[in-house]
């Protein structure tokens, strides 16, 4: 099983992202070797390929802060699941995942996407 924690820094000790999209850092768990994996953020495009090349990696469990209508949708549609942690580090949240103590998001967080200005 491969987890993917959208956080602020790369490493387990850092705190979840507060906007999916804009994480810094995605962190890669994997279940069977207990590796963790950093990877910068690549950014997303209209198609949110990233978020679809994960999936085909067999990444399927997501730990956000929040998730705007198209991110969600991109990976509700391939049977990802997206799983709340808000405000906690992510070494605490990757523990709440694996113990079944996370909220599954059935829908969006946010009504409409976010978009960084710069």
Same mark, same amino acid.
């Given at each position: 099983?491969?987890?993917?924690?959208?956080?602020?820094?790369?490493?387990?000790?850092?705190?979840?992202?507060? @906007?999916?999209?804009?994480?810094?850092?995605?962190?890669?768990?994997?279940?069977?070797?207990?590796?963790?994996?950093?990877?910068v953020n690549p950014g997303h495009d209209d198609n949110h390929s990233g978020l679809i090349n994960l999936v085909n990696e067999g990444v399927l469990y997501f730990?956000?802060?929040?998730?705007?209508?198209?991110?969600?949708?991109?990976?509700?549609?391939?049977?990802?699941?997206?799983?709340?942690?808000?405000?906690?580090?992510?070494?605490?949240?990757?523990?709440?995942?694996?113990?079944?103590?996370?909220?599954?998001?059935?829908?969006?967080?946010?009504? @409409?996407?976010?978009?960084?200005?710069?």
């Amino acid at each position: 099983m491969k987890v993917l924690l959208a956080t602020e820094s790369n490493t387990l000790e850092g705190k979840i992202a507060k @906007r999916f999209g804009e994480a810094p850092y995605y962190l890669i768990y994997d279940s069977e070797t207990k590796k963790t994996e950093a990877r910068v953020n690549p950014g997303h495009d209209d198609n949110h390929s990233g978020l679809i090349n994960l999936v085909n990696e067999g990444v399927l469990y997501f730990i956000i802060g929040n998730t705007g209508p198209n991110a969600f949708n991109v990976l509700n549609d391939r049977n990802a699941e997206l799983y709340l942690a808000r405000g906690i580090v992510a070494k605490d949240a990757l523990d709440a995942f694996l113990n079944k103590k996370l909220e599954r998001l059935t829908k969006a967080t946010l009504k @409409r996407p976010i978009r960084r200005n710069k």
